[in-house]
């Protein structure tokens, strides 16, 4: 059971990393007979098939009162489908060795399953059960429910935790944006069976549903998997968008006082959206600033040159109604309040001067090299594929994306810079006690 | 430079010994100057991973400097004759790569993940540092400091990592794993310049280092590649790794934590056990066929019983880390659902570990335990990482690679007998340490 910051983490990496090759892939795209359509890149080394897939719609649907359904319903899927009941379903994916997962995201409702190819038949009928005919039986039901609200009170007093809770309500109030993907331990005490079926039915649908496989399979086999696991969905309609939420708070400090020796500090404001002509300077503004591991210029002034943390970081999250820039540091409470002044001023720097030729083509050299670095499994492969989809960047973008990324310009750089960063802006959460900082009135 | 740290109890514990050589097909090469060098093909993608690891980590360091085998592997990015402070990730990130490192209680491991065509480049700032590692005070002091805030983020913020450091104290009497991989914090707080360069003068040799490089190349090819740049490093004395070793255990320990931090109460029983180098036989196998009977998933007798007939727990796990040089460690884990006490969990736990010494496991048990842990192996091999992470630790762990190349076969041929006495042998409670981690009340003291 993953939680909310990681899920925004990961959710911003599959945007931030919108897919790079530095060398030119072969995706097939298939598609079944029932028009089901899949992107693969096939490698037969291994006799592993890997498969991730998602429908567009997660926590943002669930409904007022009942936070945390979509993951309630992702944490339900292998507890039982078609004839199989709980115990005899997980015995398959036990006795099988399948890897089957499903994570509720704020805007995605994602999957994988991983199998060995000799039990790729067993595996894949097990997957379409679950999505087809999942029962939402009474004792797992309750089972389930107690393990989220176990979850829930560990999540309840963990400082990163606590950080991204309280930025996310303050920043967006009522909006689903600013709910908890897992809910809270009252609202997960709503949720009734009839609120899973009724999610199951109207988003695991033909029309909402993207695909990305790797591994040890072809093309003719997959276009018959595919019917198989999926041919059996509604069409579904499409999908309303959200709207675009008003953010609140700009520019304030929100103080959670916890008696903990580290403070934990999230920030952020308003960033670009996906879909912005300037992502891609953007994208590389955000490397140089603090999205570049140990070689950011956060990284350097606050770690590097001060040892003040063991960490600085920011990242873009292009959420689909709204774009945001955020940013996270862990350091002493007698510390917190210097590193988040050089943090403003880094932010600062980076809007208002210029950056030079030879950092700009690091950023450009890192962006371009490493990307493929990460795709070292057919798991991860998988999930590239669906990121892709997800971005809506078509299926030529991944052997473009060098290209994309060379053509940006320093004068491109310096208008998003701009456009981008504005420290006055920051909403800060620092959970601890912070020496010198309090909240804003 | 993450720097982070490995625990050692990570899903990889299972995962560590998932290789043979019809897995990975390991091609290795000893330098004249006894580094070893292992290859692992794998052509998926233009790409390679090099690690150099070293075979030292916490439990070698001097009494009283805790923390400094990590500290060193902080420092090691801190400049060395030709490579200015700070500079090496940055040149492994201009250059499309990624590069970390990370230390444990056996090992020191350091890596680089990028395309074919810069091996030779990473290749040759690795093997500099090796020998010219060059500190300025100013560097080492601000580093420690970010060592501390580490420390902060990992344990000082966290009452479960607190409680297992402490459970790690009371599991070992006298050996070196009971103090933590990073240090405790009143010594990282006096550690020096001077003693980083000590230690590494005295186990960072290519006699004491591994090299392994996996991905799209051969042996072939890194053979003249590491002769080149490894070769020339002239190697140091003999180490011979040989630590204090724990007396007779006669008492059960148990440690408890309580904090207003602490919202889900939990209970975890760990005992010291074997390795894969000092085990008898086959035991290092039957246990972790046990671990998977105990708790491995959802057909384990602690699932089934506790979390679906008596609705006890709401989630149970057991774990067996064989990959140490000198203990290993089996432990168990569980979460009580609703209002359930720890002392009551506690019970329910005790009865089924009776049950399981006494009463008999069945063929049908082995044989799904062994068919789920060597279909591991298949998937390893799906993962670039996964190879050399797997050799790395045992090759620096007192294991050969003839031993990881016989692993599915030897967990296959595990027998009912050997998991009884593993059982019985191992889950003796005058062996083991029992943490409770409880919340408490605001207000109460």
Partial sequence: MKKWLIQLAVLALLSVFPIEFGWAV???????????????IRNPSVPVISMSFA?????????????????????????GAGDLNSE?????????????????????????????????????KLLALALNKPRFDQDPF?????????????DQEDPDRIASRVWYRSVFGNHPYGRPIGGTLASIYNIKREDLVSFSNSFFSRKNLLIGVAGDIGPDELSVRLDEIFGDLPLGTDRETLAEPEIQLEGKTIVVEKSLPQSVALFGHRGLKRTDPDWYAAYIVNRILGGGGFSSRLMEEVREKRGLAYGVYSWLNPLESVGLIMGSVATSNSRVKDSLEIIREEWRKMSELAISDKELQEAKNYINGSFPLRLDSSRRIAQMLLAVQVNRLGVKYLNRRAHIINSVTRDQVKKAAKRLLDPGLFTVVVVGKPAGISSSQ | MIRFLLLALSSMALFSFSGKTEVFNPETHTLSNGMQVVVVTNRSAPAVVHMVWYKVGAADEPRGQSGIAHFL????????KYTPPGEFSKIVSRNGGTDNAFTSQDFTAYYQKVARTKLELVMKLEAERMTNLVLSEKDVLSERDVVLEERASRTDNSPSAQLFEAQQTALYLNHPYRNPVIGWEHEIRELSAENALSFYKKFYAPNNAILIVAGDVSLKEIKPLAEKYYGPIPGGAEIVRSRILEPKHRAARRVSLSST????????????????RTAQKREAYALQVLAEIIGGGTRSRLYRSLVLDQKKAISVSAWYNPTALDYGEFGISVTPRGNLSLAQIEKALDRELLEIKTKSISADEIKRAAKKLTAEAVYARDSLMAAPNIIGRALTTGQSLENLEAWPERIMSV????????????????????????PKKRGVQ
């Avoid at chain 1, 795209?29 to 693969?40: H, M």
């Avoid at chain 1, 499903?102 to 399953?113: Q, V």
């Avoid at chain 2, 420092?75 to 060395?80: D, E, H, I, Q, S």
């Fill in chain 2, 261 to 276: 931090q602490v919202r889900q109460p939990s209970l975890s029983r760990v005992y010291i056990t074997s390795s894969y």
């Fill in chain 1, 26 to 40: 072969d995706i097939k795209k298939v598609e079944s007979k029932s028009g089901i359509r899949a992107w693969l």
């Fill in chain 2, 415 to 438: 027998r009912i007998e050997d998991v009884v006495a593993a059982a019985n042998e191992t889950l003796v409670l005058r062996n083991s340490v029992t943490s409770l981690l409880t």
């Fill in chain 1, 55 to 79: 429908f567009r719609s997660g926590a943002v649907s669930d409904p007022t009162g009942k936070e945390g359904r979509a993951q309630f319903v992702a944490s339900m899927l292998d507890e």
């Fill in chain 1, 142 to 154: 309750l089972r389930v429910r107690a393990q989220l609200s176990a979850s829930l009170r560990l």
């Fill in chain 1, 88 to 124: 005899a379903f997980q015995e398959k994916i036990e006795d099988l060795s399948v890897r089957l997962r499903f994570r509720a995201s704020l805007e995605i409702f994602s999957g994988s399953i991983q199998t060995l190819k000799q039990n790729r038949a067993e595996a894949f």
């Fill in chain 2, 73 to 80: 592997e902080h420092l090691m990015f801190k400049g060395t």
